[in-house]
């Protein structure tokens, strides 16, 4: 599992392994922080420091799983690092993507040139979830004009 702008390692210690680490995990996050903290949690194999667009300098094995979370939105082109993240993937691998939307974040534009991107490149969508945030009222945040993620988008492809 390759796990790019890994940060803390948090999604990966508390969402997908939260007992057990992967056989092989890598994390790639360009902050020296966060991966101390990541490393704290025990779950990653080696921790790169590096950006993320450049993953083929520093890893050479595929992965059957590749997870770009939270990470696109902060980049101008991001294009580059989802290749590298597609290149990274084995032949019936799995690419997780969460990508926030909002006035800050990602437009549905952008989440449309990402899909084609990866249809382009012989992927097949498995999964494409919309999570809208809510206020205690249950009244979407969108609504709010100082709140800026209107929700997040949940794309997971097949190679």
């Known amino acids: 599992m390759l796990d790019l702008a890994c940060g803390g390692g948090d999604f990966l210690a508390h969402v997908l392994a939260p007992r057990e680490p992967f056989a092989h995990a890598v994390g790639i996050d360009v902050s020296a922080r966060a991966l101390d903290r990541a490393r704290s949690t025990g779950r990653y194999g080696r921790l790169i420091q590096a950006n993320i667009d450049e993953v083929g300098q520093h890893v050479s094995e595929m992965f059957s799983l590749v997870m770009l979370g939270e990470v696109l939105y902060y980049l101008a082109d991001y294009v580059e690092p989802l290749a590298a993240a ?3 993937l084995e032949s019936g691998g799995v690419l997780f993507l969460s990508l926030a939307l909002g006035s800050r974040f990602f437009a549905a534009t952008d989440i449309a040139v990402i899909k084609a991107y990866l249809r382009g490149r012989g992927l097949s969508l ?4 919309s999570l ?10 969108r609504y709010l ?15």
């Open 145 to 159: 004009p100082l709140y800026h993620q209107t929700h997040k988008q949940i794309l997971i492809y097949g190679a």
């Open 126 to 129: 498995l999964l494409d979830r």
């Open 132 to 141: 809208d945030y809510t206020t205690l009222f249950g009244l979407p945040r």
């Open 86 to 88: 597609v290149d990274r």
